[in-house]
């Protein structure tokens, strides 16, 4: 069977999506990854994302292993080619975390088995998850009719919410200062309102999401994003123009301050840490959709 990849959230349909948020809420899931292992690697520093995979294949019953770059050295010691037919052949599934999305693409082409993304430069579809569960969660499981807004830099997280906010049938509005939108291409195939005005893109929605200025990597370029991102902090004036019982999401870390002032983010309107805490769910729902279409007379790795 030809392995599914999840390197967006479009990667799966509006039925799949359901299925693998539904599966999320399972609170005894079935150990379907017993005796096999799930090969993580870590290019990038990560808090959240290595806790809560490792917790997952661990509930499923499943053995992580963690893989540090300087350990496998793709395109130094070997391809990347190379590296997904030597993990395919011990392991159920793949995650990495990597600075250059191109290199999960191509981990997915020579992979024989699921290669899922943690996190790269262009998209973060497992935060996405995270997000449309806590929403759901919040709303209830049909989420069509509301409208959630998104202000500050159009990045890889913005990119998957707006994907996955389609696909569950999310109104997305986007508000990036010039120079910082997201993808045209990814505005115009969502249906996505992109607009300069904080304001105009927080007025009556149902959640208001925002995340750092200055993602890793980026540090170099952080006081000229604080100039240009003046005026796009989620503070207690511009959340009030949402919705009544609007929420308030963040993908973490926050920087108090400044995308977001702490009586936001730390107020009674905040679901931010049933959000993280999300993010164990939402990945054990997605390896257990992962495990389940592999069937029973998938070889143990």
């Keep these: 069977m030809t392995p599914r990849h999840l390197l967006d959230v479009d990667d799966l349909s509006a039925s799949e999506l359901d299925a693998v948020l539904t599966l999320a809420a399972e609170h005894d899931p079935p150990r379907l990854l017993a005796g096999r292992g799930v090969a993580l690697l870590f290019e990038k520093p990560s808090n959240r994302t290595r806790a809560s ?6 509930q499923l019953g499943g053995h992580p292993i963690s893989i540090r770059p300087d350990e496998v050295g793709i ?6 080619e190379d590296v997904a037919r030597v993990w395919s052949a011990y392991c ?9 999305h191109a290199v999960l693409g191509r981990l997915a082409a020579a992979a024989t088995v699921p290669v899922v993304n943690l996190l790269s430069d262009a998209t973060h579809p497992c935060q996405a998850l995270a997000d449309l569960l806590t929403l759901r969660q919040v709303f209830g499981p049909d ?8 202000v500050g830099d159009g990045n890889n997280v913005c990119h998957s919410l707006m994907t996955g ?3 569950a049938g999310l109104a997305v509005r986007v508000a990036t200062p010039p120079g910082y939108e997201p993808p045209a291409e990814v505005v115009a195939r969502t249906g996505t309102v992109l607009t300069a005005d904080p304001a105009e893109a927080v007025k009556d929605a149902d959640a208001v999401y925002t995340d750092v200025w200055a ?3 980026q540090e170099a370029e952080a006081d000229r994003r604080r100039r240009h991102f003046a005026g ?6 511009l959340f009030a123009l949402a919705a009544p019982g609007a929420v308030f999401l963040h993908c973490l870390p926050a920087h108090r301050g400044e995308e977001v002032a702490a009586s936001v983010v730390d107020g009674p309107r905040s679901v931010v840490w049933q959000q993280s ?3 164990l769910h939402a990945q054990r729902g997605l390896l257990l959709w992962l495990a389940g279409r592999q069937g029973p007379g998938a070889p143990d790795r």
């Design 232 to 237: 796009f902090q989620v503070d207690d004036d």
């Design 143 to 150: 989420l069509s009719g509301r409208t959630l807004a998104y």
């Design 53 to 58: 995979m490792e917790m997952a294949v661990v």
């Design 165 to 167: 906010g389609a696909l």
């Design 92 to 100: 159920s599934v793949i995650g990495a975390r990597v600075f250059d």
């Design 277 to 279: 805490a999300n993010r």
């Design 75 to 80: 395109d130094t010691r070997e391809p990347a």
């Design 215 to 217: 993602s890793m990597g």
